[in-house]
């Protein structure tokens, strides 16, 4: 007797990757940390990517586009 399983549909899957921890989303407006900079998260892109503002050593503001993974919640202390 040959027992057969189902694959497990798409929305089961996508749930399971959640749960193992996979980076979400930060919230929109977040103070975060890219690298050694505070950033503000402005908008979702694509591919789990999100659009940041930061101001540059001269002082001028800047958009670039960064992985969510590359994002940090900030510490305790901002500086």
């Known amino acids: 007797m040959t027992m057969t399983t189902t694959p497990p549909s798409s929305a089961t899957a996508k749930a ?3 749960r193992r921890g996979a980076p979400t989303c930060p919230d929109i407006g977040a103070l975060m ?3 050694e900079r505070v950033v503000r ?3 979702e892109a694509r ?3 999100v659009m940041i503002e ?3 050593p001269n002082g001028r503001a800047f958009v670039s586009t960064v992985k969510w993974a590359s994002l940090a919640a900030i510490q ?3 500086f």
């Open 76 to 78: 305790d202390q901002l």
């Open 33 to 35: 940390r890219y690298r």
């Open 41 to 43: 998260v402005l908008a």
């Open 54 to 56: 930061s101001v540059d």
């Open 16 to 18: 399971a990757r959640r």
């Open 47 to 49: 591919g789990q990517r």
